[in-house]
């Protein structure tokens, strides 16, 4: 049996059988409805409740990851009860040690897997462009993590994390547009695929300044019958990433944290982190991003510009959104038939700290 390579954001959940060359056959919201009874009105009453196992990249609900991947692997993947295969997952920068712990103890004591691996997305993401050394840009729906990558290993040292992500830009979106069409209420999900539709990033900070006046307004209807106007409001969702303060934020924008986490590196791999930046998370694939970003990074003070790297031919579509999926089956196609993985018999013997042994 192929191993599964599960892939845990905290919006969307990525799963399927290691196929490197191929997108996750399984993509679906990490959101759960549960049917819990109302101890108010009684008489059995159930009510729905929405549970986010998944918080800015961290498991904050065990029991519901729980229900969740029990969805995933035997209902979706195929797996049977006594019969499970390998896995390998994905895990954000600077996870704690306890959650890559409580990971391992839920498949080896839950889920009865005969192989576990997970390993860190930036790593993944790389490895899925065919790259071991690079820095990547990962813009999550709950955080932000660039992370400089030498030789497969994250230098932590130099790496940032950000509690910002897709959903601040969403509430962003909802507040401007709120701002002109006053008398239109927009339900959050509304605005989620109305940015996904239409955000889009300007040239450079001069011409977004200048959108005020040229911007062609569109009409959009919403589900209900609706009408909104949406105009120069598209564009603040990427200018909040050069420019942070439109969040609130005093900080620098994003090229500026990228360049600044490669100096925490020795001098000799600068080159080879900045030439190898690669961009990864559903917003950036936002229109316009990519080449803003670039443009960005040509006018930065550092003697080396960063550049992109471009994704192979022969990877699918929207690799930057399933990057540290894809990678994860290429290493799934190493370790766990070269044994470098977890087994059965490792846990038994050792606990759940044997992540840390053999995880990296």
């Given at each position: 049996?192929?191993?599964?390579?599960?892939?845990?954001?905290?919006?969307l959940?990525?799963?399927?059988?290691?196929?490197?060359d191929?997108?996750?056959?399984?993509?679906?919201?990490?959101?759960?409805?549960?049917?819990?009874?109302?101890?108010?009105?009684?008489?059995g009453?159930?009510?729905?409740?929405v549970v986010?196992?998944?918080?800015?990249?961290?498991?904050?609900d065990?029991?519901?990851?729980?229900?969740?991947?029990?969805y995933?692997l035997?209902?979706?993947?195929g797996?049977?009860i006594?019969?499970?295969?390998?896995?390998?997952?994905?895990?954000p920068l600077?996870t704690?040690?306890?959650?890559r712990?409580?990971?391992?103890?839920?498949?080896?004591?839950?889920?009865?897997?005969?192989?576990?691996?997970?390993?860190?997305?930036?790593?993944?993401?790389?490895?899925?462009?065919?790259?071991?050394?690079?820095?990547?840009?990962?813009?999550?729906?709950?955080?932000?993590?660039i992370?400089?990558?030498?030789?497969g290993?994250?230098?932590?040292?130099?790496?940032?994390?950000f509690?910002?992500?897709?959903?601040?830009?969403?509430?962003?979106?909802?507040?401007?547009?709120?701002?002109?069409?006053s008398?239109?209420?927009?339900?959050?999900?509304?605005?989620?695929?109305?940015?996904?539709?239409y955000?889009?990033?300007?040239?450079?900070q001069?011409?977004?300044?200048?959108?005020?006046?040229?911007?062609?307004?569109?009409?959009?209807?919403?589900?209900?019958?609706?009408?909104?106007?949406?105009?120069?409001?598209?564009?603040?969702?990427?200018?909040?990433?050069?420019?942070?303060?439109?969040?609130?934020?005093?900080?620098?924008?994003?090229?500026?944290?990228?360049?600044?986490?490669?100096?925490?590196?020795?001098?000799?791999?600068?080159?080879?982190?900045?030439?190898?930046?690669?961009?990864?998370?559903?917003?950036?694939?936002?229109?316009?991003?990519?080449?803003?970003?670039?443009?960005?990074?040509?006018?930065?003070?550092?003697?080396?510009?960063p550049s992109?790297?471009?994704p192979?031919?022969?990877?699918p579509e929207?690799?930057?959104?399933?990057?540290?999926?894809?990678?994860?089956?290429?290493?799934?196609?190493v370790?766990?038939?070269?044994?470098?993985?977890?087994?059965?018999?490792?846990?038994?013997?050792?606990?759940?700290?044997?992540?840390?042994?053999?995880?990296?």
């Open positions: 049996m192929e191993a599964v390579v599960v892939d845990a954001g905290s919006k959940l990525k799963a399927g059988i290691a196929l490197p191929q997108s996750p056959s399984l993509v679906m919201p990490s959101k759960m409805k549960l049917e819990v009874e109302d101890g108010q009105m009684g008489d009453a159930v009510v729905e409740e986010q196992p998944v918080v800015r990249g961290f498991v904050k065990w029991d519901a990851m729980e229900d969740l991947l029990n995933v035997y209902s979706n993947i797996w049977e006594g019969d499970e295969g390998q896995i390998l997952f994905t895990e600077f704690p040690k306890a959650l712990e409580q990971l391992a103890q839920l498949m080896f004591e839950k889920f009865n897997v005969s192989g576990f691996y997970d390993s860190e997305q930036a790593v993944l993401s790389l490895y899925a462009v065919g790259r071991i050394s690079g820095c990547t840009v990962d813009i999550g729906h709950g955080k932000i993590d992370a400089p990558v030498c030789e290993a994250v230098q932590h040292i130099a790496s940032k994390r509690d910002i992500g897709g959903t601040d830009l969403t509430n962003l979106f909802a507040e401007e547009l709120k701002k002109s069409n008398s239109v209420n927009i339900d959050i999900s509304d605005v989620e695929r109305l940015k996904e539709q955000a889009c990033c300007a040239e450079d001069m011409a977004f300044e200048a959108i005020g006046s040229s911007c062609r307004p569109e009409r959009h209807t919403l589900p209900d019958g609706q009408v909104i106007t949406i105009e120069k409001e598209r564009y603040i969702v990427g200018e909040a990433l050069f420019q942070p303060h439109i969040l609130g934020l005093e900080d620098y924008g994003i090229v500026h944290q990228l360049v600044t986490s490669v100096s925490n590196v020795a001098p000799e791999y600068h080159r080879q982190l900045l030439e190898n930046t690669m961009l990864c998370g559903g917003t950036a694939s936002m229109t316009g991003f990519e080449d803003r970003f670039q443009r960005e990074a040509n006018l930065s003070a550092s003697a080396i510009c992109l790297v471009k192979p031919e022969y990877m929207n690799l930057a959104r399933y990057s540290a999926w894809l990678g994860g089956a290429i290493l799934a196609k370790v766990f038939p070269q044994n470098q993985h977890v087994t059965k018999g490792d846990y038994d013997e050792t606990g759940p700290s044997i992540v840390h042994k053999k995880c990296f």
